[in-house]
């Protein structure tokens, strides 16, 4: 038996940013505390979305959350929650913002080293204490974090990115405006536009079964291929904005079927390294779907077809060299570096050390093949 959960609200549209009042009164949410990063607060969105949402004055702001947000990060706001007597929790932001507002929520009212909920370690069944009301509003189209029922996190335990799951973790409601992303500087623009569409390829091709989000996958690729390239050279295009924040919410709402080795590796990069998963993610994808190809191979048809290549005379493998040659020239015409310099890994030494890391990363177990130590080193070596 296998068992599906769909259990997102979301308001999606432009001009969704104005139900934020409502959100909080119907969770009956008086003092929420605002999650956000401090790009957002520098860049003036945040004092715009306060505006566009007539946020109440009860707002408490916690703008301190890193790019790859950690342990810390997620301490530092619990205890500004506590101080305030804050009551629930928005998450404004991208997806790092989203997703240290998921830990500041789980944290406001469980003990423990942040390790202790975490996958690899059944963290689901010991969130027993309560959890807050959140809405999730992403200010970036990638992550999928609004409707994900998880958050990526750095734990001080052993100094890696987890994930840590649960059900509970759920935001109450996610607010989807299309609006918010149209100042997306176009960088930021392919690579959480690349998240997405990767999130949906690595869950179309995962061996776990759930057919609901194989559908719900192709259609996020197809609609981001229609759209990311135009937000990406014209960022005012509101059409293509939705397009890519639908296929970003499609992303997130199929983590459960699983994601693959581009996410071990760049899990690995962003707790070692930094950088901007999404465009890591971008960089990598073509080489692991090469890796990959032999054990997913029918798969390739569909996607291709997502993608609008023609393959009704074409063999599986040569939907497969179509797709994959498709991505390469999407990162081109994205401006998607070429190798993993911009992340300052350059050495032999730097691949060593993310190794270990990629081998305990729980996306390798929905990996259509099984990667080895020596198939990440390779893969690495690849894109120095
Ligand atoms: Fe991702």
Same mark, same amino acid.
């Given at each position: 038996m296998d068992t599906f959960a769909f259990p997102n609200k979301v308001n999606f549209g432009a001009g969704a940013i104005a139900s934020l009042n409502d959100c909080l009164a119907s969770l009956k949410v008086e003092k929420p505390l605002l999650v956000t990063d401090r790009g957002l607060v520098d860049c003036g969105l945040l004092d715009e979305i306060i505006q566009k949402a007539d946020l109440p004055a009860s707002v408490s702001i916690f703008s301190e959350v890193d790019p790859n947000p950690t342990e810390a990060n997620v301490r530092a706001g619990v205890e500004v929650y506590h101080k305030n007597g804050c009551d629930g929790i928005i998450g404004l932001g991208g997806g790092s913002a989203i997703d240290g507002a998921k830990g500041i929520r789980l944290m406001v009212h469980h003990q423990g080293p942040l390790n202790d909920y975490g996958i690899l370690n059944q963290g689901w069944l010991k969130m027993t204490e309560p959890i807050p009301p959140m809405i999730a509003i992403p200010t970036t189209a990638g992550t999928g974090s609004e409707v994900a029922r998880g958050t990526m996190l750095i734990e001080e335990t052993n100094g890696i990115k987890i994930a840590v799951v649960g059900e509970r973790l759920f935001s109450s409601i996610s607010i989807c405006d299309p609006e918010l992303t149209l100042g997306l500087p176009p960088f930021l623009t392919a690579g959480t536009g690349m998240d997405a569409f990767t999130h949906c390829v690595e869950e179309y091709i995962s061996p776990k079964f759930n057919p609901v989000i194989s559908g719900i996958a192709l259609e996020g690729i197809r609609l981001n291929h229609g759209s #990311? *390239? !135009?937000?990406?050279?014209?960022?005012? /295009?509101?059409?293509?904005? %939705?397009n890519v924040m639908a296929s970003a919410m499609m992303g997130g709402m199929g983590f459960a079927k699983g994601l693959g080795i581009v996410h071990s590796?760049?899990? %690995?990069?962003? %707790? #070692? @390294? &930094? &950088?901007?998963? &999404? !465009?890591? /993610?971008? $960089? $990598? $994808?073509?080489? =692991? #779907?090469? @890796?990959?190809?032999?054990? =997913? #191979?029918?798969? @390739?048809?569909? *996607? +291709?077809? +997502?993608?609008?290549?023609?393959?009704? !005379?074409?063999?599986?493998?040569e939907c497969a060299d179509a797709f994959i040659d498709h991505i390469r020239q999407l990162n081109n015409e994205l401006n998607i570096p070429s190798n993993l310099e911009t992340f300052n890994i350059t050495t032999d030494d730097d691949i060593e050390k993310l190794i270990p890391l990629c081998e305990v990363d729980h996306c390798r177990l929905t990996n259509p093949r099984m990667p080895e130590a020596t198939d990440f080193r390779e893969l690495l070596l690849g894109h120095l």
């Open positions: #990311l *390239l !135009t937000a990406y050279k014209d960022g005012s /295009n509101l059409e293509a904005r %939705a590796i760049s899990h %690995a990069v962003g %707790a #070692l @390294f &930094g &950088g901007h998963h &999404g !465009t890591l /993610n971008a $960089l $990598l $994808l073509p080489a =692991c #779907l090469e @890796f990959n190809r032999e054990s =997913c #191979l029918p798969r @390739f048809r569909q *996607l +291709a077809q +997502a993608v609008s290549i023609h393959v009704e !005379t074409k063999s599986d493998d």
